[in-house]
T-cell receptor, first 115, second 119 residues
Framework: DTEVTQTPKHLVMGMTNKKSLKCEQH?????MYWYKQKAKKPPELMFV???????INESVPSRFSPECPNSSLLNLHLHALQPEDSALYLC??????????????FGNGTRLTVT | AQKITQTQPGMFVQEKEAVTLDCTYD???????LFWYKQPSSGEMIFLIY??????QNATEGRYSLNFQKARKSANLVISASQLGDSAMYFC????????????????FGTGTLLAVQP
């Protein structure tokens, strides 16, 4: 079983809806990540939080809003999404990123469909 | 420019045989980390093995080993004694050092290789 838990597993939402994806880890990791993965493509980095502060935003549209309430939780708030935003959204965490090259541990992902 | 190249979109292997999945990378940084992940059809990304650029020996983890050839900038994954459960997408990934010498938070993925293990 993965040690990074994502909810929900599946989400269908309309373009006018507001929803949130949730991610939780209890491994003591201080870096947390959101990735977006389209079918048959590699994951693409969206956001990185390091010690609960946003450290990387890969020019993601503002209809995606990340939040890191504490070191164990990571949310992704969704609003006014487009059908092309339909994808698998993966959360990951890792040890202190200043320690060289820790691996990322991923959750099972949320399969999002925007109608 | 493509940093991680996986030239095999798909591979077949017979059960119990060994298979090598290719990965080449491009970096001018002397310090970096290379990773392999497995993604079954269920979607989870499973960390398999790690190789640091300064590691003297090739990494091994059970049936997985990494054939690291630094001069050629290649980091091929070898799976020995393939099992039906090995059928999945395999991604090679790299993490570089930042300007301060620590690891960057960016894990860059290759395009992946879809492995099918046949009985």
């Amino acid at each position: 079983d993965t040690e990074v838990t994502q909810t929900p597993k599946h989400l269908v939402m309309g373009m006018t809806n507001k929803k949130s994806l949730k991610c939780e880890q209890h491994m003591g990791h201080r870096a947390m990540y959101w990735y977006k993965q389209k079918a048959k493509k590699p994951p693409e980095l969206m956001f990185v939080y390091s010690y609960e502060k946003l450290s990387i935003n890969e020019s993601v549209p503002s209809r995606f809003s990340p939040e890191c309430p504490n070191s164990s939780l990571l949310n992704l708030h969704l609003h006014a999404l487009q059908p092309e935003d339909s994808a698998l959204y993966l959360c990951a965490s890792s040890h202190d990123p200043t320690v060289r090259f820790p691996p990322l541990h991923f959750g099972n992902g949320t399969r999002l469909t925007v109608t | 420019a493509q940093k991680i190249t996986q030239t095999q979109p798909g591979m077949f292997v017979q059960e119990k045989e060994a298979v090598t999945l290719d990965c080449t990378y491009d970096t001018s940084d002397p310090s970096y980390g290379l990773f392999w992940y497995k993604q079954p059809s269920s979607g989870e990304m499973i960390f398999l093995i790690y190789q640091g650029s300064y590691d003297q020996q090739n990494a091994t983890e059970g049936r997985y080993s990494l054939n690291f050839q630094k001069a050629r900038k290649s980091a091929n994954l070898v799976i020995s004694a393939s099992q039906l459960g090995d059928s999945a997408m395999y991604f090679c990934a790299m993490r570089e050092a930042d300007s301060d010498g620590g690891a960057t938070n960016k894990l860059i993925f290759g395009t992946g290789t879809l492995l099918a293990v046949q009985p």
